[in-house]
């Protein structure tokens, strides 16, 4: 059986927190796109994590962690993050690598610094991780899959290839230093090395744990909105966000995803540009993004202050759809306790007129929210563990939103660990 686990928004909604929760119950936790670009923070008995490239199941002995091949395998990233979680305490994880993962490449990265760069205020607002160059050379089939560091041969030839297309850009577009064919082929021996006892083929590998019956969480990264296909293009990441996707950067058959669990941040939250209707400004915004996430929004890779807003009907609703949700899972909803009133954003007015339905980037660009207010409780919700100890007004606030996003909420976290969760029969 599998099960994916993915954001309906743009991303930081705690997709993470569940992942690391649902894993508990998990043979296998799979990633299977985007790259260390964007990182998940999970907090458990061994501390406070940030991980970027491996999937949030490495906390467990009995999971076995595997980076599909739709990722952007960042082969020194990811060690460093194996270091750091096993340097606080986390026993070794059970890791495979897809041999047909590609590999980003430190030109990716300084592809992303210079084009940032030379796009001064007109850039993507990429984290430089080198994902964009990365996924484009992957389409332009000049990417390193991990299978060819083991083809001598081929790794000499293609090198030259590369640095004859790519010494063009940084000679005359950026005006840097050229790169060496050397010092691509020492990375690549390096990285061969580093890759080679984790590399398996790992599809075949999914394929043999469904004919055994075991459970797999597909693990996303971002969400909906930053989906290149359906969310705000171009502000926009390079792979798909969907659970559709999942089967395509894991490999495995599309029926056997069985559940789609989407995560719905309880109010809104963004780390970069794009378009964001319901976001807030000023004392307002401060305030809730001091107080949201687990010690305020700033991203978990970047350390940037995440843009913060209500909670966005319109949009969440195109994102469990475009997920194909079966459940929602509702985070971070303690945060929300300080309010008397909390607004919600139940539709986009757009030339005058009012929309519930998610439109294209342009429109999106006019489009200014319509709110409803619907009272706080007013009350600290952290440690309840029943759905009928909520606050009236905390389950009002779920069954509103439940109504609108027209998907079934049927976990509510209300706090950054695992044990905070309250399961919801509909
Ligand atoms: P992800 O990328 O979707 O996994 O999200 P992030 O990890 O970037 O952001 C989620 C943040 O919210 C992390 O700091 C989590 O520890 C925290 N978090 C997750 N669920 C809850 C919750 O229910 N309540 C609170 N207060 N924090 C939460």
Same mark, same amino acid.
């Given at each position: 059986?599998?099960?994916?686990?993915?954001?309906?928004? /743009?991303?930081?909604?705690?997709?993470?927190?569940?992942?690391?929760?649902? %894993?508990?119950?998990?043979?296998?936790?799979?990633?299977?796109?985007?790259?260390?670009? =964007?990182?998940?923070?999970?907090?458990?008995?061994?501390?406070?994590?940030?991980?970027? &490239?491996?999937?949030?199941?490495?906390?467990?002995?009995?999971?076995?962690?595997?980076?599909?091949?739709?990722?952007?395998?960042?082969?020194?990233?990811?060690?460093?993050?194996?270091?750091? *979680?096993?340097?606080?305490?986390?026993?070794?994880?059970? $890791?495979?690598?897809?041999?047909?993962?590609?590999?980003?490449?430190?030109?990716?990265?300084?592809?992303?610094?210079?084009?940032?760069?030379?796009?001064?205020?007109?850039?993507?607002?990429?984290?430089?991780?080198?994902?964009?160059?990365?996924?484009?050379?992957?389409? =332009?089939?000049?990417?390193?899959?991990?299978?060819?560091?083991?083809?001598? =041969?081929?790794?000499?030839?293609?090198?030259?290839?590369?640095?004859?297309?790519?010494?063009?850009?940084?000679?005359?577009?950026?005006?840097?230093?050229?790169?060496?064919?050397?010092?691509?082929?020492?990375?690549?021996?390096?990285?061969?090395?580093?890759?080679?006892? +984790?590399?398996?083929?790992? %599809?075949?590998?999914?394929?043999?744990?469904?004919?055994?019956?075991?459970?797999?969480?597909?693990?996303?990264?971002?969400?909906?909105?930053?989906?290149?296909?359906?969310? *705000?293009?171009?502000?926009?990441?390079?792979?798909? &966000?969907?659970?559709?996707?999942?089967?395509? !950067?894991?490999?495995?058959?599309? +029926?056997?995803?069985?559940?789609?669990? #989407?995560?719905?941040?309880? +109010?809104?939250?963004?780390?970069?540009?794009?378009?964001?209707?319901?976001?807030?400004?000023?004392?307002?915004?401060?305030?809730?993004?001091?107080?949201?996430?687990?010690?305020?929004?700033?991203? =978990?890779?970047?350390?940037?202050?995440?843009?913060?807003? /209500?909670?966005?009907?319109?949009?969440?609703?195109?994102?469990?759809?475009?997920?194909?949700?079966?459940?929602?899972?509702? #985070?971070?909803?303690?945060?929300?306790?300080?309010?008397?009133?909390?607004?919600?954003?139940?539709?986009?007015? *757009?030339? !005058?007129?009012?929309?519930?339905?998610?439109?294209?980037?342009?429109?999106?660009?006019?489009?200014?929210?319509?709110?409803?207010?619907?009272?706080? /409780?007013?009350?600290?919700?952290?440690? $309840?563990?029943?759905?009928?100890?909520?606050?009236?007004?905390?389950?009002?606030?779920?069954?509103?939103?439940?109504?609108?996003?027209?998907?079934?909420?049927?976990?509510?976290?209300?706090?950054?660990?695992?044990?905070?969760? *309250?399961?919801?029969?509909?």
């Amino acid at each position: 059986m599998v099960k994916a686990v993915v954001g309906a928004n /743009w991303g930081d909604e705690g997709k993470g927190k569940i992942t690391d929760m649902l %894993a508990e119950h998990a043979d296998l936790v799979v990633r299977f796109q985007g790259g260390a670009n =964007a990182g998940h923070t999970i907090k458990n008995h061994y501390g406070k994590f940030s991980l970027h &490239t491996l999937p949030s199941g490495v906390f467990y002995n009995h999971t076995t962690s595997v980076i599909g091949n739709g990722v952007a395998l960042d082969i020194p990233k990811l060690f460093g993050e194996i270091k750091s *979680i096993t340097d606080q305490g986390v026993p070794k994880p059970k $890791i495979l690598v897809s041999d047909r993962a590609q590999i980003v490449m430190s030109y990716h990265v300084l592809l992303d610094q210079y084009e940032e760069e030379r796009l001064g205020g007109k850039s993507f607002g990429s984290t430089k991780s080198g994902i964009a160059p990365f996924y484009s050379d992957k389409y =332009a089939k000049i990417g390193f899959q991990v299978s060819e560091l083991f083809d001598e =041969a081929l790794l000499q030839e293609k090198v030259q290839r590369i640095l004859d297309l790519k010494n063009i850009l940084f000679e005359h577009l950026y005006h840097k230093p050229l790169l060496k064919a050397q010092e691509l082929l020492d990375e690549l021996h390096r990285y061969r090395e580093m890759v080679a006892p +984790y590399a398996a083929d790992t %599809a075949a590998y999914l394929q043999q744990a469904l004919k055994e019956d075991k459970t797999i969480l597909l693990e996303g990264q971002l969400g909906t909105l930053r989906d290149p296909e359906h969310g *705000i293009y171009p502000m926009v990441t390079s792979s798909p &966000t969907l659970a559709g996707y999942g089967a395509v !950067g894991a490999g495995i058959p599309p +029926y056997e995803i069985k559940q789609v669990i #989407t995560v719905c941040k309880a +109010y809104s939250s963004a780390v970069g540009a794009g378009e964001f209707v319901s976001e807030i400004f000023g004392d307002e915004a401060e305030e809730l993004r001091r107080r949201g996430g687990d010690g305020g929004e700033y991203g =978990a890779t970047t350390g940037r202050p995440r843009r913060v807003g /209500w909670f966005d009907c319109v949009a969440s609703r195109y994102g469990c759809r475009l997920q194909g949700t079966t459940d929602v899972a509702f #985070t971070v909803l303690d945060v929300l306790g300080y309010l008397d009133q909390i607004p919600v954003c139940v539709g986009y007015e *757009i030339d !005058g007129t009012v929309t519930t339905e998610f439109p294209t980037t342009a429109s999106l660009k006019k489009a200014k929210p319509v709110y409803e207010v619907l009272p706080g /409780w007013n009350c600290d919700i952290t440690g $309840i563990r029943k759905y009928e100890e909520l606050p009236q007004n905390c389950r009002r606030y779920i069954e509103f939103v439940q109504e609108r996003i027209g998907y079934p909420i049927t976990m509510v976290s209300n706090g950054p660990k695992r044990e905070d969760i *309250i399961y919801r029969n509909n």
